[in-house]
């Protein structure tokens, strides 16, 4: 699925067109989803290559510190959870005024860039950006409120996409409303409930439930010809899960309003399991629990979503979604922004833009405010590797 007008080097924005000839129309990518069914396009099963965790302060640790562990309620005993309890008393919410980019991962490709998997030369063939961007760019053809910006630089011959907050959603987010302040409270919430800090363990939701701590996976993948490597926050991990090896022993946990008539339950299923699905499908979660609140902010009852069965509910709805037309369009968009961003230049930055009814554009820029690859990166990716010691000749 490549529509015209993507061909390598169609992207060059700037610079004068040879005479005689009309000058080319500015590249942009078409979004409805008509244009991309068709069949599900390759995805290789993601593997995890790594993890790394954030403290309380946001300070980064190159381990599994900050991993939870799955400890639902035992069988037979519901649940009950206040999940307003402790707001906004015991809230540390991240300051989200920090633009952290891609830094937390770029860290830990850094340490990690002379062991990685798949040979010499592969991080220079692939994308490297966070789980969350991809969740956008699948959802985007069935997405009619939001917009997104993604920035994009080549470097070393990899692609990096990182996103930038749209003019729209930081005026929302300022003016976000305290009751939507505490809806956010209560996602965390519910996973105090459902975690402990060990494996067997039992939660404490006497603690506070601060958002800078995360724990996130670090995986390779491929989509069609796409090699990937993102990273993304995990809930917990299932210590009884069938299999121990991540990601198929992790487990997201999510919030929703109870549900009583059957308008509600096909509108959950058209909007919300969307996003559910292609946040966890991305990732390679097999489960999502879901916690269902009542008007009154309490869980009183639990079910299980397995990411692999969320399209049986709208497999035959013609307002539904496909997961085909998410992955195809995924695709397109690494596509059009490999063939796009041509220069390999830190410095230099193309700015896709998307909003819903429209099509994606791009904008080129230089320098500040836009480079998000960090110096400290580009300085000591450009320095040799570290070799490893040499045998001597005596
Ligand atoms: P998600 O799929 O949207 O949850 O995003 P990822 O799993 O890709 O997370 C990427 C990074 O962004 C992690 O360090 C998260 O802690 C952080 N993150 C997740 N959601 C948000 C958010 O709403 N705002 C900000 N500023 N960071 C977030």
Redesign the pocket.
Known sequence: MEPRGTKRGAGKVEGAEPRNKPPRPAPSLPTEPALYSGPFPFYRRPSQLGCFS?DAQRQYHGDAQALRYYSPPAAGQGPNFDLREGYPDRYQP?D?EVREGLD?LLRWLLEHRGGLEGGPGWLAGAIVT???HL?KLLTTPYERQEGWQLAASRFQGTLYLSEVETPAARAQRLARPPLLRELMYMGYKFEQYMCADKPGGSPDPSGEVNTNV?F?SVLRSRLGSHPLLF???VDCTDPQAPSPQPPTCYVELKTSKEMHSPGQWRSFYRHKLLKWWA?SFLLGVPNVVAGFRNPEGFVCSLKTFPTMQMFEHVRNDRDGWNPSVCMNFCAAFLSFAQNTVVQDDPRLVHLFSWEPGGPVTVSVHRDTPHVFLPTWYVEAMTQELPSPPQDTVP
């Open positions: 954030l991240r989200e937390h966070w789980r969350g969740t995360a996130c990273s993304g926050e946040q």
